[in-house]
């Protein structure tokens, strides 16, 4: 080891990144890997450059263009030119966050502008995780302290042992991280309650959630609200749980993971109209701010309480760091996560990222469109936000399953299947920025093309 590689380094990195960005929307989506890969030995080490040589020998031709512009899979972002500056100098300046100064002050600043974004109000506090699972887990920790406390039990202190308190989350379409945050901080995953959801919606039906209310009037309850369901990018209603909540004991919390976005678009803002009553707000980074993984934001009105639950301990010499994250989430040490999300800021502004967001938004608008005028497809639910979701008519001779498999074998785009009333059905997510017209013109072609080969 020595310096004289950093340049060495540079210039590979250079000439990778140049390379790679150019071809990207030419590599497939997703690349299969079946073959079994050698594990080379390590006893003597290659130098910088034959360690890139061999990585490029052994994994170049396997990387996939997840971050490209045909991804449609899930709800995956790609990464803007401005974050991924960001994420360069997180990886050169590698602050250790705990005790820098600097680190602090721009992930607060961060999280202040990200409000501004969201039009959260000025009582919320945040901070940033890997991704929306821990910000729901971060966040269902608090409600939980929330819930002792009514109780006048510590359960950041006390554990849930021998505390008699029977804690019950009521949701209609949780998404799987909330399960497994219940598993994580000692609920457990058989607490969820399901209320009833609206007619053909993933949505709380508000009469079924008084219900369930009305019988546990006495006892605190957790509700866990959606802003963009995984399956049809559905809302549920925030001015109806905002008039609940003044009637019932309950603590709020929405998982808005993409969903959050719709306050850049002032067609789709009105969906979060009333989100403000939330008690806690999980939100990604990495998916619709086009930032790269893992980031996502994590916002409560009770940082007094999360800091109860995630205190680390006393250990002097931490005495002077009270208000880090370290303080507030599971992680004591992570990269300089606010880096990427700040350029993409500066960079881009309010405007710069609403734009992105309406685009993917008309995107989704003109392929259900498309979809819903297709005999052999059945649009499955209105297109709200950025998701389309469907399936092959039931009078076609082929299946959902199969027709999907068409289309990914293509290496052209990439789509993901989902469970939908019990179906198997496609969803269609578009939350890449670098996604054009073009890209939709080649996308409506491709499922023709599609339909037409498997007919």
């Not at 998701?387 to 199969?402: G, H």
């Amino acid at each position: 080891m020595n310096k004289s590689e950093y340049n060495i380094g540079i210039e590979l990195l250079k000439k990778e990144s140049s390379e790679f960005l150019e071809k990207i929307n030419k590599i497939p989506p997703n690349v299969k890997v079946t073959e079994k890969v050698d594990i080379n030995s390590i006893s003597n080490g290659l130098g910088i450059e034959k360690a890139f040589s061999l990585f490029k020998e052994k994994y170049g031709n396997k990387i996939s263009a997840t971050a490209g512009p045909n991804y449609y899979g899930f709800v995956v972002g790609g990464t803007t030119p401005a974050s991924l500056l960001g994420d360069w100098l997180t990886s050169l300046y590698d602050q250790c966050s705990p005790v820098t100064d600097v680190s602090n002050i721009v992930e607060n600043e961060t999280i202040e502008q990200a409000k501004s974004l969201f039009g959260l109000s000025a009582d919320y506090s945040g901070t940033l995780v890997s991704g929306g699972t821990v910000s729901n887990l971060v966040n269902l920790a608090i409600a939980r302290q929330w819930l002792g406390l009514q109780y006048n039990i510590d359960f950041a202190s006390k554990g849930l042992t021998n505390s008699n308190v029977k804690i019950s989350i009521l949701s209609a379409t949780p998404h799987s991280s909330i399960l497994k945050s219940m598993a994580i901080i000692g609920i457990g995953k058989e607490n969820i309650e399901f209320v009833g959801t609206l007619k053909d919606r993933e949505t709380i039906d508000i009469n079924s959630l008084r219900n369930k209310l009305e019988e546990n009037k006495e006892n605190p309850i957790i509700v866990i609200g959606n802003a963009g369901t995984v399956n049809t990018g559905d809302f549920d209603d925030f001015l109806a749980l905002k008039k609940l909540k003044k009637e019932f004991n309950f603590w709020l919390h929405i998982d808005a993971v993409f969903g959050g976005f719709a306050n850049c678009s002032s067609k789709h803002k009105h969906y979060l109209e009333g989100w403000n009553c939330a008690d806690s707000i999980s939100i990604d980074a990495h998916k619709w701010l086009n930032v790269p993984y893992d980031s996502a934001f994590q916002f409560t009105k009770h940082k007094n309480l999360q800091s109860q639950v995630f205190q680390n301990g006393k250990a002097a010499y931490l005495d002077d760091i009270a208000d880090s994250y370290i303080n507030l989430t599971p992680e004591n040490s992570r990269r300089w996560r606010a880096l990427p999300i700040w350029f993409s800021f500066q960079a881009y502004g309010i405007d710069g990222i609403s734009k992105m967001i309406e685009r993917n938004c008309q995107m989704a608008e003109q392929v259900g469109s498309w979809i819903d005028e297709t005999e052999s497809l059945t649009l499955l639910s209105e297109v709200k936000l950025n998701i389309v979701c469907f399936k092959v008519s039931e009078q076609m001779e082929f299946s959902t399953e199969s027709y999907l498999e068409s289309i990914n074998e293509t290496n052209k785009v990439f789509m993901t299947p989902t469970n939908y009333n019990g179906e198997y059905v496609i969803r269609i997510a578009f939350s890449n920025w670098s996604t054009q017209l073009k890209d939709i013109d080649a996308l409506l072609e491709l499922l023709n093309e599609c339909i037409i080969k498997i007919e």
